[in-house]
Structure formats: structure tokens, C-alpha cells
């Protein structure tokens, strides 16, 4: 464990793991999902969401598609059946939803972060087949990175660490925009302008895509590499285009 002097560091990591229905969902759809909370029984976890798309249609269609996951045992939509529409400035609409499923249907990677040191913020995000997620440890950054490496290794996961705050310091790692390609640094600024880190969100990834000409995948992928370049952990070097950092 790190020296108490040192206090706790934050890690936002970018998250697949095999066998979890909410990456498979929003893989096959345009909707994002953000969850609020796992609660486990002996038999069950239920999980608290918010579904989010461009229309009431997209959200009711992926609850649908997540009543259907061999995957889930159930789900219960929260509040009015005829959705929830965002102002029209965000350019979206969500719904709230309850799902239940087998504390033995697939690997569960909140369970490992936690039995190697890490504390899961509550609320974590799901968009394009990833999950986002902020954990807290009292670990220094190298045991931290060891230790994630075995939870991968455990799990059969895809971690990857976007940015490392320590004491409430900014992240650390390069943050010049300078480290990223042409277009990766087009797509990022025009990004942050409309609104996309925002929280909660004034644009979605599909927004952004109809504007710059291109596809939500394409969208998603330069940000996520993006991210990847400006916020290296542990005081590296920018890992090759296109490597993950573990």
C-alpha cells in the first residue's frame, strides 16, 4: 500500500469485459447507458440505469433489447411510460430502469476491482461496447497498475487507465493538444465546444458525427484515442497509436 503521506489516488478507467449485457446492448445500439448502482443478493444483482438516444423510440427499443439479452432475468421501466424528453437543447431522451440478472451470469468486474483495492465511484457510464468508470485507491500509481493488470488477467478484460488525479490535482500526463493527430485534435476541440464532457451532456457522439461528416464509431474511437494521449498515467510516455496501456 502507498505511504500515508501520500493520501489516495482516482482512476478513470475505459472498461470490456466479456459476458456483461450492458456492452453488448450499447455495442448494437446508438444509446448510452449510465448506471446508478449494483445491489447483490445471494442469487441476484439489480442495477439501477438511465437508457439515453436521440428519441424516446432508440431508449424503449434497447430496453427492449436488454428484456431480450440471454444476458438479464428482468427489467422494470422507472416513471412515465411515455419516456422522459431531455430539453431540446441536448438533443436527447431517457428513460430510468431496473434490471435483474444471476450473480453467475458472466465475470463480474466490480467484484474484482474491489478485492484488489479499488473503490468504485457509483455512477459509471456504458457507450459504443465500453464502460467508463472512476475508481479510488490508497495504492501508489505503480501498485495500481499492477493491480489492474491482474484484475484483466482475471477477468479477461480490456482495461485501459484515461487519467490518474491525485490529491484532487488535475490529471497528470501530458496535456498538450499537440500530442494528438490532426484529426483526433478536430474532433476533441469540436467536442469540447459543443458541449460533449459536459455534465450531463449537451451533444451525444451521434450529434457530433452527423456534424462533422462522419460515423458515431468513428466519432467515438478518435475521442477515446484522444483521451487516451492526453491524459497518460503513471508519468509515462504516449503509448504507439492505437496500443492501450495495459
Known amino acids: 500500500m502507498r505511504?500515508?503521506?501520500?493520501?489516495?489516488?482516482?482512476?478513470?478507467?475505459?472498461?470490456?469485459?466479456?459476458?456483461?449485457w450492458t456492452l453488448h446492448v450499447t455495442e448494437d445500439?446508438?444509446?448510452d447507458?449510465?448506471?446508478?448502482?449494483?445491489?447483490?443478493?445471494?442469487?441476484?444483482?439489480?442495477?439501477?440505469?438511465?437508457?439515453?438516444?436521440?428519441?424516446?423510440?432508440?431508449?424503449?427499443?434497447?430496453?427492449?433489447?436488454?428484456?431480450?439479452?440471454?444476458?438479464?432475468?428482468?427489467?422494470?421501466?422507472?416513471?412515465?411510460?411515455?419516456?422522459?424528453?431531455?430539453?431540446?437543447?441536448t438533443g436527447t431522451a431517457t428513460r430510468g430502469f431496473l434490471v435483474e440478472w444471476g450473480v453467475d451470469t458472466?465475470?463480474?468486474?466490480?467484484?474484482?476491482?474491489?478485492?484488489?483495492?479499488?473503490?468504485?465511484?457509483?455512477?459509471?457510464?456504458m457507450t459504443s461496447g465500453r464502460e467508463q468508470w472512476s475508481v479510488i485507491t490508497t495504492m501508489d500509481r505503480h501498485e495500481a497498475k499492477d493491480q489492474l493488470s491482474d484484475v484483466s488477467s482475471e477477468t479477461d478484460a480490456d482495461i485501459n487507465i484515461q487519467r490518474v488525479t491525485s490529491n484532487g490535482r488535475q490529471p497528470s500526463g501530458p496535456s498538450q493538444l499537440d500530442v494528438l493527430s490532426p484529426r483526433q485534435r478536430e474532433v476533441f476541440e469540436y467536442a469540447c465546444q459543443q458541449g460533449y464532457y459536459d455534465w450531463p451532456r449537451k451533444v451525444s457522439a451521434t450529434d457530433l458525427a452527423d456534424d462533422l461528416g462522419i460515423?458515431?464509431?468513428?466519432?467515438?474511437?478518435?475521442l477515446r484515442k484522444a483521451e487516451s494521449r492526453l491524459f497518460t498515467p503513471f508519468g509515462s510516455t504516449s503509448p504507439a497509436r492505437g496500443e492501450p496501456y495495459m
Open 29 to 31: 445500439t446508438n444509446a
Open 215 to 222: 460515423t458515431r464509431a468513428t466519432v467515438t474511437e478518435h
Open 3 to 20: 505511504n500515508g503521506e501520500e493520501g489516495s489516488i482516482e482512476l478513470t478507467l475505459d472498461i470490456w469485459h466479456p459476458q456483461c
Open 33 to 89: 447507458l449510465l448506471g446508478h448502482g449494483l445491489y447483490s443478493t445471494n442469487d441476484t444483482v439489480h442495477g439501477l440505469f438511465t437508457a439515453s438516444a436521440q428519441s424516446i423510440s432508440e431508449v424503449d427499443q434497447t430496453i427492449t433489447d436488454i428484456q431480450e439479452s440471454a444476458l438479464t432475468d428482468d427489467v422494470w421501466t422507472i416513471g412515465s411510460q411515455d419516456g422522459v424528453e431531455v430539453p431540446a437543447t
Open 106 to 125: 458472466g465475470e463480474n468486474i466490480i467484484d474484482s476491482l474491489v478485492n484488489h483495492g479499488f473503490v468504485p465511484r457509483r455512477t459509471y457510464q
